[in-house]
Protein backbone atom coordinates (compact mmCIF):
# COMPACT_ATOMS: atom_id res chain seq x y z
CA UNK A 1 0.00 0.00 0.00
CA UNK A 2 1.49 3.29 -0.81
CA UNK A 3 0.76 7.26 0.29
CA UNK A 4 2.54 10.20 -1.20
CA UNK A 5 2.92 13.60 0.25
CA UNK A 6 4.16 16.48 -1.30
CA UNK A 7 4.23 20.17 -0.94
CA UNK A 8 4.77 23.40 -2.94
CA UNK A 9 5.82 25.40 0.16
CA UNK A 10 9.97 26.69 -1.20
CA UNK A 11 12.20 25.21 -0.30
CA UNK A 12 10.39 22.13 -0.73
CA UNK A 13 12.66 20.48 0.70
CA UNK A 14 11.82 21.43 3.83
CA UNK A 15 9.75 18.31 4.46
CA UNK A 16 12.65 16.70 4.67
CA UNK A 17 13.36 18.56 7.84
CA UNK A 18 9.38 18.31 8.82
CA UNK A 19 9.31 14.54 8.55
CA UNK A 20 13.08 13.83 9.96
CA UNK A 21 13.67 11.76 6.90
CA UNK A 22 16.48 12.30 4.37
CA UNK A 23 15.46 13.34 0.66
CA UNK A 24 18.78 11.80 -0.74
CA UNK A 25 17.84 8.47 1.68
CA UNK A 26 15.65 5.37 1.94
CA UNK A 27 14.69 4.21 5.41
CA UNK A 28 12.74 1.16 6.40
CA UNK A 29 11.10 0.57 9.82
CA UNK A 30 9.92 -3.35 11.12
CA UNK A 31 6.53 -3.71 11.68
CA UNK A 32 4.31 -6.07 13.39
CA UNK A 33 3.21 -7.24 9.92
CA UNK A 34 5.58 -6.68 7.50
CA UNK A 35 7.76 -3.37 6.67
CA UNK A 36 7.22 0.04 5.89
CA UNK A 37 9.72 2.12 3.31
CA UNK A 38 10.23 6.30 2.83
CA UNK A 39 11.74 7.62 0.03
CA UNK A 40 11.01 10.43 -2.14
CA UNK A 41 10.51 10.05 -5.99
CA UNK A 42 11.23 14.06 -6.39
CA UNK A 43 13.37 16.55 -4.14
CA UNK A 44 13.87 20.19 -5.36
CA UNK A 45 13.24 23.70 -4.41
CA UNK A 46 10.15 23.70 -6.16
CA UNK A 47 8.68 20.31 -5.14
CA UNK A 48 8.97 18.13 -2.99
CA UNK A 49 7.12 14.34 -2.50
CA UNK A 50 7.67 11.89 0.46
CA UNK A 51 6.07 7.99 -0.29
CA UNK A 52 5.53 5.75 2.20
CA UNK A 53 5.48 2.26 1.38
CA UNK A 54 3.80 -0.28 3.44
CA UNK A 55 4.69 -3.95 2.89
CA UNK A 56 2.52 -6.42 4.57
CA UNK A 57 3.00 -10.04 5.13
CA UNK A 58 -0.20 -12.02 5.36
CA UNK A 59 1.60 -14.52 7.16
CA UNK A 60 2.53 -12.34 9.85
CA UNK A 61 -0.71 -10.75 9.84
CA UNK A 62 -2.92 -13.71 10.18
CA UNK A 63 -0.21 -15.93 12.15
CA UNK A 64 -1.68 -16.90 16.00
CA UNK A 65 -4.85 -14.79 14.64
CA UNK A 66 -8.33 -16.91 16.35
CA UNK A 67 -10.88 -14.24 15.55
CA UNK A 68 -12.46 -14.96 12.45
CA UNK A 69 -11.45 -13.25 9.11
CA UNK A 70 -13.85 -9.97 8.06
CA UNK A 71 -13.75 -11.44 4.84
CA UNK A 72 -16.38 -14.54 5.79
CA UNK A 73 -13.76 -17.86 4.35
CA UNK A 74 -11.48 -20.22 5.99
CA UNK A 75 -8.31 -18.91 4.65
CA UNK A 76 -9.47 -14.74 4.65
CA UNK A 77 -6.73 -13.83 7.19
CA UNK A 78 -4.25 -14.98 4.63
CA UNK A 79 -5.95 -13.87 1.62
CA UNK A 80 -7.20 -10.45 1.52
CA UNK A 81 -6.86 -7.11 0.44
CA UNK A 82 -4.62 -5.52 3.20
CA UNK A 83 -0.72 -5.61 1.65
CA UNK A 84 -3.07 -3.61 -0.94
CA UNK A 85 -5.71 -1.33 -0.10
CA UNK A 86 -4.81 1.50 2.55
CA UNK A 87 -6.19 0.76 5.97
CA UNK A 88 -5.34 0.87 9.62
CA UNK A 89 -2.33 -0.80 8.95
CA UNK A 90 -1.14 2.46 6.99
CA UNK A 91 -1.99 4.61 10.41
CA UNK A 92 0.37 2.23 12.55
CA UNK A 93 2.79 2.86 10.30
CA UNK A 94 1.91 6.52 9.81
CA UNK A 95 2.12 6.57 13.40
CA UNK A 96 5.53 5.16 13.77
CA UNK A 97 7.75 6.32 11.26
CA UNK A 98 6.42 9.98 11.36
CA UNK A 99 6.06 10.10 14.78
CA UNK A 100 8.15 13.87 15.32
CA UNK A 101 6.19 15.16 12.81
CA UNK A 102 2.72 13.74 14.03
CA UNK A 103 3.31 15.52 17.31
CA UNK A 104 4.03 18.97 15.30
CA UNK A 105 8.15 18.71 16.30
CA UNK A 106 10.27 19.64 14.34
CA UNK A 107 14.03 20.60 15.71
CA UNK A 108 15.24 22.31 12.42
CA UNK A 109 12.13 23.96 11.68
CA UNK A 110 9.96 24.49 14.58
CA UNK A 111 8.52 27.35 13.07
CA UNK A 112 7.51 25.84 9.79
CA UNK A 113 5.82 22.70 11.60
CA UNK A 114 3.68 25.81 13.50
CA UNK A 115 2.66 27.07 9.98
CA UNK A 116 -0.06 25.69 7.70
CA UNK A 117 2.14 24.85 4.18
CA UNK A 118 0.35 23.43 0.79
CA UNK A 119 0.00 19.95 0.79
CA UNK A 120 -1.21 17.11 -1.64
CA UNK A 121 -1.86 13.91 -0.17
CA UNK A 122 -3.01 10.69 -2.75
CA UNK A 123 -3.72 6.92 -1.48
CA UNK A 124 -4.22 5.47 -4.80
CA UNK A 125 -6.09 2.56 -3.17
CA UNK A 126 -8.26 3.32 -0.50
CA UNK A 127 -10.83 0.44 0.83
CA UNK A 128 -13.83 3.18 1.28
CA UNK A 129 -17.02 1.35 2.79
CA UNK A 130 -19.49 4.18 1.99
CA UNK A 131 -17.94 5.16 -1.34
CA UNK A 132 -16.39 8.55 -2.78
CA UNK A 133 -19.06 10.75 -0.70
CA UNK A 134 -18.15 9.59 2.34
CA UNK A 135 -14.57 10.30 1.71
CA UNK A 136 -15.51 14.12 0.73
CA UNK A 137 -17.84 14.52 3.83
CA UNK A 138 -14.90 12.90 6.18
CA UNK A 139 -12.29 15.60 4.77
CA UNK A 140 -13.75 18.44 3.36
CA UNK A 141 -15.05 19.91 6.90
CA UNK A 142 -11.12 19.85 7.70
CA UNK A 143 -9.83 22.49 5.16
CA UNK A 144 -9.25 19.89 2.31
CA UNK A 145 -10.35 19.83 -1.39
CA UNK A 146 -10.96 16.21 -2.13
CA UNK A 147 -10.95 14.16 -5.13
CA UNK A 148 -12.12 10.75 -4.41
CA UNK A 149 -12.28 8.79 -8.04
CA UNK A 150 -14.23 5.23 -7.73
CA UNK A 151 -11.87 2.38 -9.12
CA UNK A 152 -13.91 0.50 -11.27
CA UNK A 153 -13.96 -3.67 -10.92
CA UNK A 154 -12.52 -4.39 -14.20
CA UNK A 155 -11.51 -1.60 -16.52
CA UNK A 156 -12.23 -3.99 -19.25
CA UNK A 157 -15.58 -4.58 -18.32
CA UNK A 158 -17.42 -1.42 -17.28
CA UNK A 159 -20.46 -3.17 -17.42
CA UNK A 160 -19.13 -4.63 -13.73
CA UNK A 161 -19.62 -1.34 -11.86
CA UNK A 162 -17.20 0.35 -9.50
CA UNK A 163 -15.34 -1.73 -6.67
CA UNK A 164 -15.28 -0.50 -3.26
CA UNK A 165 -11.67 0.81 -3.44
CA UNK A 166 -11.43 4.72 -4.34
CA UNK A 167 -8.37 6.87 -5.84
CA UNK A 168 -8.29 9.64 -2.87
CA UNK A 169 -6.30 13.08 -3.26
CA UNK A 170 -5.98 15.93 -0.57
CA UNK A 171 -5.20 19.14 -1.39
CA UNK A 172 -4.94 22.05 0.93
CA UNK A 173 -2.80 24.37 3.35
CA UNK A 174 -2.26 23.15 6.91
CA UNK A 175 0.11 22.13 9.20
CA UNK A 176 1.85 19.07 8.17
CA UNK A 177 0.87 17.58 11.96
CA UNK A 178 -2.73 18.47 11.04
CA UNK A 179 -2.80 16.64 8.14
CA UNK A 180 -0.87 13.61 9.71
CA UNK A 181 -3.28 13.17 12.61
CA UNK A 182 -6.02 13.98 9.98
CA UNK A 183 -5.03 10.65 7.97
CA UNK A 184 -4.30 8.90 10.96
CA UNK A 185 -8.06 8.59 11.97
CA UNK A 186 -9.55 8.53 9.13
CA UNK A 187 -7.81 6.31 6.89
CA UNK A 188 -9.42 3.26 9.09
CA UNK A 189 -12.03 5.16 9.44
CA UNK A 190 -13.36 4.74 5.71
CA UNK A 191 -11.48 1.31 5.64
CA UNK A 192 -13.73 0.60 8.87
CA UNK A 193 -11.58 -2.65 9.73
CA UNK A 194 -8.70 -2.46 12.36
CA UNK A 195 -6.24 -5.16 11.75
CA UNK A 196 -5.90 -5.35 15.84
CA UNK A 197 -7.77 -5.57 19.42
CA UNK A 198 -9.13 -2.47 20.23
CA UNK A 199 -8.38 -1.50 23.83
CA UNK A 200 -9.43 1.03 25.99
CA UNK A 201 -6.87 3.41 25.75
CA UNK A 202 -7.89 3.84 21.72
CA UNK A 203 -10.21 6.43 23.20
CA UNK A 204 -7.04 8.68 24.47
CA UNK A 205 -5.61 7.94 20.97
CA UNK A 206 -8.51 8.92 18.93
CA UNK A 207 -8.47 12.56 21.22
CA UNK A 208 -4.72 13.03 21.24
CA UNK A 209 -5.30 12.62 17.37
CA UNK A 210 -8.51 14.85 17.34
CA UNK A 211 -7.54 17.35 19.39
CA UNK A 212 -8.30 20.63 18.02
CA UNK A 213 -10.69 19.21 14.84
CA UNK A 214 -12.88 16.10 16.03
CA UNK A 215 -14.96 17.63 18.29
CA UNK A 216 -16.20 19.78 16.10
CA UNK A 217 -16.57 17.16 13.07
CA UNK A 218 -20.09 16.80 11.86
CA UNK A 219 -18.83 13.41 10.99
CA UNK A 220 -18.00 12.78 15.08
CA UNK A 221 -20.15 10.38 15.82
CA UNK A 222 -19.26 8.00 12.55
CA UNK A 223 -15.90 8.62 13.25
CA UNK A 224 -15.62 7.73 16.59
CA UNK A 225 -17.95 4.46 16.30
CA UNK A 226 -15.75 3.45 13.48
CA UNK A 227 -12.40 4.37 14.90
CA UNK A 228 -12.93 2.21 17.81
CA UNK A 229 -14.63 -1.18 16.09
CA UNK A 230 -18.07 -0.14 16.76
CA UNK A 231 -17.69 -1.14 20.71
CA UNK A 232 -20.24 0.73 22.29
CA UNK A 233 -18.72 1.16 25.57
CA UNK A 234 -15.90 2.98 24.35
CA UNK A 235 -17.65 4.75 21.46
CA UNK A 236 -20.17 6.30 24.47
CA UNK A 237 -17.13 7.20 26.61
CA UNK A 238 -15.04 9.32 23.39
CA UNK A 239 -18.59 10.83 22.35
CA UNK A 240 -19.05 11.84 26.49
CA UNK A 241 -15.37 13.16 26.15
CA UNK A 242 -16.03 15.48 22.63
CA UNK A 243 -18.92 16.66 24.02
CA UNK A 244 -17.24 17.79 27.19
CA UNK A 245 -14.45 19.65 24.86
CA UNK A 246 -17.05 21.39 22.59
CA UNK A 247 -19.37 22.74 25.58
CA UNK A 248 -15.91 24.23 27.21
CA UNK A 249 -14.66 25.28 23.67
CA UNK A 250 -16.62 28.07 22.52
CA UNK A 251 -19.92 28.12 22.99
CA UNK A 252 -21.23 28.45 19.40
CA UNK A 253 -23.96 30.80 18.63
CA UNK A 254 -26.29 28.08 17.29
CA UNK A 255 -24.63 24.95 19.33
CA UNK A 256 -28.01 24.23 21.78
CA UNK A 257 -29.94 24.18 19.13
CA UNK A 258 -31.84 20.51 19.56
CA UNK A 259 -34.22 20.11 15.86
CA UNK A 260 -36.94 17.48 16.24
CA UNK A 261 -35.32 14.87 13.37
CA UNK A 262 -32.10 13.56 13.09
CA UNK A 263 -32.90 15.14 9.22
CA UNK A 264 -32.78 18.81 10.82
CA UNK A 265 -30.23 17.45 13.12
CA UNK A 266 -27.72 16.82 10.85
CA UNK A 267 -28.30 19.89 8.53
CA UNK A 268 -27.64 21.98 11.67
CA UNK A 269 -24.94 20.37 12.92
CA UNK A 270 -23.11 21.52 9.67
CA UNK A 271 -24.56 24.72 9.93
CA UNK A 272 -23.17 24.85 13.16
CA UNK A 273 -19.57 23.73 12.14
CA UNK A 274 -19.57 26.26 9.30
CA UNK A 275 -20.71 28.89 11.53
CA UNK A 276 -17.85 28.24 14.01
CA UNK A 277 -15.34 27.97 11.38
CA UNK A 278 -16.61 31.52 9.81
CA UNK A 279 -16.34 32.79 12.36
CA UNK A 280 -12.98 32.40 13.45
CA UNK A 281 -11.38 33.33 10.39
CA UNK A 282 -13.33 36.56 10.31
CA UNK A 283 -11.43 37.34 13.72
CA UNK A 284 -8.45 36.17 12.37
CA UNK A 285 -8.66 38.67 9.54
CA UNK A 286 -9.70 41.30 11.57
CA UNK A 287 -6.57 40.37 13.97
CA UNK A 288 -4.73 40.45 10.56
CA UNK A 289 -5.96 44.03 9.36
CA UNK A 290 -5.25 45.38 12.36
CA UNK A 291 -1.28 44.65 12.18
CA UNK A 292 -1.68 43.35 15.94
CA UNK A 293 1.40 40.63 16.83
CA UNK A 294 0.59 40.17 20.59
CA UNK A 295 -3.22 38.92 20.69
CA UNK A 296 -5.55 38.17 24.29
CA UNK A 297 -8.25 35.49 23.51
CA UNK A 298 -10.94 36.41 26.44
CA UNK A 299 -12.99 34.11 27.45
CA UNK A 300 -10.67 31.19 25.50
CA UNK A 301 -12.85 28.71 26.60
CA UNK A 302 -11.48 25.22 25.07
CA UNK A 303 -8.87 27.12 22.78
CA UNK A 304 -10.16 26.75 19.26
CA UNK A 305 -9.65 30.38 18.31
CA UNK A 306 -6.09 29.96 20.40
CA UNK A 307 -4.83 26.96 17.89
CA UNK A 308 -5.49 28.87 14.59
CA UNK A 309 -3.51 32.18 16.28
CA UNK A 310 -0.68 29.76 17.52
CA UNK A 311 -0.87 28.66 14.26
CA UNK A 312 0.10 32.44 12.52
CA UNK A 313 3.32 33.20 12.84
CA UNK A 314 2.61 36.51 12.64
CA UNK A 315 1.39 36.58 16.39
CA UNK A 316 3.74 36.21 18.17
CA UNK A 317 2.39 35.84 21.66
CA UNK A 318 -0.73 34.71 22.09
CA UNK A 319 -2.61 34.71 25.79
CA UNK A 320 -5.73 32.63 26.57
CA UNK A 321 -7.42 34.31 29.47
CA UNK A 322 -10.63 32.17 30.86
CA UNK A 323 -12.13 32.78 34.21
CA UNK A 324 -12.17 28.25 34.46
CA UNK A 325 -9.40 26.12 35.38
CA UNK A 326 -11.05 23.26 33.31
CA UNK A 327 -11.29 25.21 30.68
CA UNK A 328 -7.66 26.37 30.44
CA UNK A 329 -6.62 22.46 31.11
CA UNK A 330 -8.68 21.46 28.00
CA UNK A 331 -6.82 24.64 25.85
CA UNK A 332 -3.17 23.11 27.22
CA UNK A 333 -4.16 19.69 26.34
CA UNK A 334 -5.79 20.85 22.86
CA UNK A 335 -2.96 23.14 22.22
CA UNK A 336 -0.70 19.73 23.09
CA UNK A 337 1.35 22.36 25.35
CA UNK A 338 3.45 19.67 26.73
CA UNK A 339 4.95 18.69 23.11
CA UNK A 340 5.82 21.57 21.34
CA UNK A 341 9.22 22.80 20.60
CA UNK A 342 10.50 25.04 23.65
CA UNK A 343 10.49 28.21 21.06
CA UNK A 344 6.46 27.60 20.12
CA UNK A 345 5.95 26.81 24.01
CA UNK A 346 7.29 30.69 24.65
CA UNK A 347 4.82 32.45 22.66
CA UNK A 348 1.83 31.42 24.51
CA UNK A 349 0.77 31.97 28.08
CA UNK A 350 -2.93 30.64 29.88
CA UNK A 351 -4.18 32.97 32.63
CA UNK A 352 -7.23 32.03 34.72
CA UNK A 353 -8.82 35.92 35.09
CA UNK A 354 -11.92 36.76 35.49
CA UNK A 355 -12.88 39.62 33.10
CA UNK A 356 -14.86 41.80 34.99
CA UNK A 357 -11.94 43.07 37.45
CA UNK A 358 -9.02 44.57 36.70
CA UNK A 359 -5.71 42.45 36.32
CA UNK A 360 -2.64 44.54 35.01
CA UNK A 361 -1.27 41.44 33.28
CA UNK A 362 -3.71 42.42 30.45
CA UNK A 363 -2.50 46.00 30.12
CA UNK A 364 -0.03 46.65 26.76
CA UNK A 365 -1.02 44.23 23.98
CA UNK A 366 -2.02 45.10 20.50
CA UNK A 367 -5.69 43.30 20.09
CA UNK A 368 -7.95 41.55 22.23
CA UNK A 369 -10.90 38.73 21.28
CA UNK A 370 -13.92 38.83 23.10
CA UNK A 371 -16.04 36.10 20.68
CA UNK A 372 -19.17 35.05 22.01
CA UNK A 373 -18.51 35.89 25.29
CA UNK A 374 -20.23 39.05 26.50
CA UNK A 375 -23.93 37.18 26.38
CA UNK A 376 -22.71 35.21 29.02
CA UNK A 377 -22.60 37.70 31.20
CA UNK A 378 -25.64 38.82 33.22
CA UNK A 379 -26.33 42.31 32.23
CA UNK A 380 -25.79 44.60 35.48
CA UNK A 381 -22.13 42.79 35.30
CA UNK A 382 -21.29 44.37 31.74
CA UNK A 383 -20.18 47.85 32.96
CA UNK A 384 -17.48 45.67 34.64
CA UNK A 385 -16.03 44.23 31.84
CA UNK A 386 -15.82 47.36 29.92
CA UNK A 387 -14.30 48.91 32.53
CA UNK A 388 -11.44 45.79 33.07
CA UNK A 389 -11.73 45.55 28.96
CA UNK A 390 -11.79 49.02 27.63
CA UNK A 391 -10.82 51.28 30.15
CA UNK A 392 -8.22 49.57 32.11
CA UNK A 393 -6.49 46.63 29.79
CA UNK A 394 -7.06 48.87 26.75
CA UNK A 395 -5.55 46.86 23.56
CA UNK A 396 -5.08 48.91 20.77
CA UNK A 397 -8.23 46.87 18.86
CA UNK A 398 -10.81 44.65 20.32
CA UNK A 399 -12.98 42.48 18.10
CA UNK A 400 -16.57 41.50 19.46
CA UNK A 401 -18.82 39.06 17.85
CA UNK A 402 -22.35 37.92 19.59
CA UNK A 403 -25.49 36.24 18.24
CA UNK A 404 -27.69 37.97 16.63
CA UNK A 405 -31.23 37.15 18.32
CA UNK A 406 -33.37 38.50 15.06
CA UNK A 407 -31.97 35.33 13.31
CA UNK A 408 -32.91 32.37 15.25
CA UNK A 409 -36.32 32.47 13.97
CA UNK A 410 -34.15 30.53 10.90
CA UNK A 411 -33.15 27.44 13.20
CA UNK A 412 -36.12 24.58 13.56
CA UNK A 413 -36.67 23.96 16.81
CA UNK A 414 -35.79 27.08 18.51
CA UNK A 415 -38.99 29.22 20.46
CA UNK A 416 -38.80 32.43 20.32
CA UNK A 417 -38.19 32.65 24.31
CA UNK A 418 -35.04 30.22 23.94
CA UNK A 419 -31.69 30.83 23.57
CA UNK A 420 -28.78 29.95 21.98
CA UNK A 421 -27.10 28.29 24.06
CA UNK A 422 -28.24 27.27 27.72
CA UNK A 423 -25.58 29.56 29.52
CA UNK A 424 -27.17 32.89 27.44
CA UNK A 425 -27.65 35.52 29.75
CA UNK A 426 -29.30 37.83 26.86
CA UNK A 427 -29.15 37.81 23.08
CA UNK A 428 -29.37 41.01 21.43
CA UNK A 429 -30.97 42.39 18.23
CA UNK A 430 -28.69 44.33 15.83
CA UNK A 431 -29.96 47.38 17.05
CA UNK A 432 -28.96 46.70 20.36
CA UNK A 433 -25.49 45.77 19.97
CA UNK A 434 -24.69 48.58 17.85
CA UNK A 435 -26.24 50.61 20.62
CA UNK A 436 -23.42 48.82 22.89
CA UNK A 437 -20.84 49.16 20.70
CA UNK A 438 -21.30 52.93 19.93
CA UNK A 439 -21.59 53.67 24.04
CA UNK A 440 -18.37 51.85 24.97
CA UNK A 441 -16.28 53.03 21.78
CA UNK A 442 -17.85 57.35 23.07
CA UNK A 443 -16.68 56.25 26.91
CA UNK A 444 -13.39 54.75 26.40
CA UNK A 445 -11.82 56.42 23.25
CA UNK A 446 -12.70 53.51 20.31
CA UNK A 447 -13.99 54.12 17.01
CA UNK A 448 -15.61 50.71 15.65
CA UNK A 449 -17.04 49.21 12.79
CA UNK A 450 -20.16 46.88 12.36
CA UNK A 451 -20.20 43.75 10.63
CA UNK A 452 -21.61 40.27 10.82
CA UNK A 453 -20.48 36.55 9.91
CA UNK A 454 -22.09 34.21 8.10
CA UNK A 455 -24.71 34.17 5.70
CA UNK A 456 -26.52 37.66 5.83
CA UNK A 457 -30.16 37.06 5.76
CA UNK A 458 -32.13 40.32 4.03
CA UNK A 459 -35.06 40.05 6.65
CA UNK A 460 -33.41 39.54 9.42
CA UNK A 461 -29.35 39.57 9.26
CA UNK A 462 -26.63 37.26 9.98
CA UNK A 463 -26.54 34.90 12.53
CA UNK A 464 -23.30 36.53 14.37
CA UNK A 465 -22.73 40.19 15.08
CA UNK A 466 -19.25 41.31 14.84
CA UNK A 467 -17.54 44.93 15.87
CA UNK A 468 -14.10 45.71 15.09
CA UNK A 469 -12.85 48.89 17.69
CA UNK A 470 -10.02 50.48 17.39
CA UNK A 471 -8.32 52.76 20.32
CA UNK A 472 -8.36 56.37 19.48
CA UNK A 473 -4.36 57.60 19.69
CA UNK A 474 -5.37 60.77 20.65
CA UNK A 475 -8.09 60.04 23.31
CA UNK A 476 -5.54 57.57 24.51
CA UNK A 477 -3.10 60.65 24.95
CA UNK A 478 -5.51 62.65 26.47
CA UNK A 479 -6.27 59.75 28.58
CA UNK A 480 -2.39 59.98 29.62
CA UNK A 481 -2.30 64.39 30.31
CA UNK A 482 -5.73 63.78 32.59
CA UNK A 483 -4.28 60.90 34.82
CA UNK A 484 -0.55 63.18 35.02
CA UNK A 485 -2.38 66.10 35.78
CA UNK A 486 -4.48 63.98 38.80
CA UNK A 487 -1.45 62.85 40.04
CA UNK A 488 -0.12 66.46 40.09
CA UNK A 489 -3.04 67.81 41.85
CA UNK A 490 -2.58 65.36 44.25
CA UNK A 491 0.97 65.37 45.06
CA UNK A 492 0.63 69.56 45.45
CA UNK A 493 -2.81 68.97 47.83
CA UNK A 494 -0.62 66.51 49.97
CA UNK A 495 2.50 69.08 49.78
Known amino acids: MLLTLTTTHRPATDLGHLLVKHPDRVQSFDLPAGAAHVFYPEADEARCTAALLVEVDPLKLGGGRKNRAPEGFALGQYVNDRPYAASSLLSSALAKVFRSALRGESRDRPELAASAIPLAVRVPVLRCRGGA ?20 L ?78 RALAGEAMARLTELRLADEPPADDSIEPATGEVAAVEDVRRASLAVRRREAVLAALRDSGASRVLDLGCGGGALLTALVADRRFTEVVGVDVSDRSLGLAARRLRLDRLPERQRDRIRLWQSALTYRDDRLRGYDAAVLMEVVEHLDPPRLPALEDAVFGHARPGTVVVTTPNVEYNVRYEGLGPDRFRHADHRFEWTRAEF ?53 TDRTEATNR
Open 154 to 231: DETYPEWGDSRYVDLTLTGTLRLADALNHLYVLLPVLDDAKHYWVAPDEVDKLLRAGAGWLAGHPERGLITRRYLAHR
Open 133 to 152: DLAVRIFAPLGWTVTATPIP
Open 434 to 486: AAWVDRVAAAHGYTAVLGGVGDDDPEVGTPTQMAVLTRDERAGQRDNNDSTDS
